[in-house]
C-alpha cells in the first residue's frame, strides 16, 4: 500500500505539477483599453454646459498578466463646457477578477468632438492593491453616434505605471 501510494504520489506530480501561490508582482506597466456605456445629465447655462454622468465598462489589457485585465470599471465624472473650452473631472474604480480594487483620479481637456486627453492618478486600493500608487496618460474618444439617446459610449486608452507599497 506504501509503494502504491508513494507511485500515485510521483505520478499526480508528474501530470498535474506541483501548486504554487503566484506573488503579486511590485509595480508593472499599464496599457489597458476601457470601453464604457453611461446615461448623463446635461444642465444648460446659456452657451455653455454642465454634464454629469456614471459610466460603467470593462477593462482589457495589453498584457493578461496586468491586474487590470479583465476588470470591470465604474467612471462618475464631471464635464464643463466653459466659453467653447471642454474640461472633465473624475474618479474611476476598477473591480480586479479577484475581488481587489483600485481607485483613481482623472483630469482632463478637449482636443476636439467626442476627444479628451489628461492624466489619470491611482490613489488607493483593497486586498492586494492597498496602497498602490501610480498613474499616466488617458486619451477617450466617444462614439459620434451613441446607440440610444441620452446616453453616451465610448473608450479610453490609458498607459502609465503602478505601484504597490515596498512594505507588500
Same mark, same amino acid.
Given at each position: 500500500?506504501?509503494?502504491?501510494?508513494?507511485?500515485?504520489?510521483?505520478?499526480?506530480?508528474?501530470?498535474?505539477?506541483?501548486?504554487?501561490?503566484e506573488?503579486?508582482?511590485? /509595480?508593472?506597466?499599464?496599457?489597458?483599453?476601457t470601453?464604457?456605456?453611461?446615461?448623463?445629465?446635461?444642465?444648460?447655462?446659456g452657451?455653455?454646459?454642465?454634464?454629469?454622468?456614471?459610466?460603467?465598462?470593462?477593462? *482589457?489589457?495589453?498584457?493578461?498578466?496586468?491586474?487590470?485585465?479583465?476588470?470591470?470599471?465604474?467612471?462618475?465624472?464631471?464635464?464643463?463646457?466653459?466659453? !467653447?473650452?471642454?474640461? /472633465? *473631472?473624475?474618479?474611476?474604480?476598477?473591480?480586479?477578477?479577484?475581488?481587489?480594487?483600485?481607485?483613481?483620479?482623472?483630469?482632463?481637456?478637449?482636443?476636439?468632438?467626442?476627444?479628451?486627453? !489628461?492624466?489619470?492618478?491611482?490613489?488607493?486600493?483593497?486586498?492586494?492593491?492597498?496602497?498602490?500608487?501610480?498613474?499616466?496618460?488617458?486619451?477617450?474618444?466617444?462614439?459620434?453616434?451613441?446607440?440610444?439617446?441620452?446616453?453616451?459610449?465610448?473608450?479610453?486608452?490609458?498607459?502609465?505605471?503602478?505601484?504597490?507599497?515596498?512594505?507588500?
Amino acid at each position: 500500500m506504501k509503494t502504491f501510494m508513494i507511485v500515485l504520489t510521483i505520478l499526480l506530480a508528474a501530470t498535474t505539477g506541483f501548486v504554487f501561490a503566484e506573488e503579486t508582482p511590485k /509595480e508593472g506597466a499599464i496599457s489597458i483599453t476601457t470601453s464604457y456605456n453611461s446615461p448623463y445629465t446635461a444642465m444648460r447655462m446659456g452657451k455653455d454646459l454642465q454634464l454629469t454622468f456614471d459610466a460603467f465598462g470593462v477593462a *482589457v489589457a495589453d498584457s493578461e498578466l496586468s491586474p487590470f485585465h479583465h476588470s470591470s470599471v465604474r467612471i462618475l465624472g464631471s464635464g464643463l463646457v466653459l466659453k !467653447g473650452a471642454f474640461t /472633465e *473631472v473624475g474618479s474611476i474604480v476598477w473591480t480586479l477578477t479577484d475581488g481587489s480594487q483600485i481607485f483613481g483620479t482623472y483630469e482632463g481637456k478637449g482636443v476636439g468632438a467626442g476627444k479628451l486627453k !489628461g492624466s489619470c492618478n491611482l490613489i488607493g486600493g483593497t486586498g492586494k492593491f492597498a496602497g498602490i500608487t501610480g498613474g499616466g496618460d488617458i486619451e477617450r474618444f466617444n462614439v459620434p453616434k451613441p446607440a440610444m439617446k441620452g446616453t453616451v459610449q465610448g473608450y479610453i486608452k490609458f498607459t502609465g505605471k503602478w505601484k504597490l507599497p515596498s512594505s507588500q
